[in-house]
């Protein structure tokens, strides 16, 4: 990747973490009207960050997916292009377990083969993740960061609530 790549790549991190629409941290936790029903939590022991994926339903029964926690800039961009995703179909949340987890499992593929070629299925199901197996590529010690959303939401797809 060259420099003037890993230049565009950089910029749209910052772009989608700055217009981040499910971050609890930059939307107040209290102010929001919905309320978490369940939360999962994956943490990445060799960096230190932590991410929580929350399940929340509003008085008008209307559910979405955010996340809070402490992690790096990467994580949090890979959390946001997860959120826009589950939300935009969230009445198929629970169908769509098998992507997350080849979604997860593609950042490790990235990480021991940065020349390899992501899966566009899911690239054309999920706007923006190039931008974020790009990342990986450049840096593939970082795969874990990316992947730590993904792992929550398995983990949430599992224990939320049902109908």
Known sequence: MSVQNTREVY????????????S????????SSFQTQAKAEAQNRSCGDTLFLHWQVNSENQCRV???????A?????????CEWVNSSIEQ????????ES????????RLSPDSTPD?????????????????AHMPSRAECAALPWKAASQLIGERPHD
């Open 11 to 22: 910029a749209s991190l910052k772009k989608i973490i700055s217009g981040s629409k499910f």
């Open 24 to 31: 609890l941290a930059k939307q107040g936790e209290c102010t």
């Open 66 to 72: 955010a996340y809070s926690g402490d992690h790096c």
């Open 74 to 82: 990467l994580c949090s961009a890979s959390a946001e292009v997860l």
């Open 93 to 100: 949340f629970d169908q769509s377990l098998s992507v997350v």
């Open 103 to 110: 979604v997860a499992k593609s950042f490790h593929t990235i």
């Open 120 to 136: 566009e299925r899911i690239n054309t199901q999920i706007p923006r993740l190039e931008v974020i197996q790009q990342c990986v």
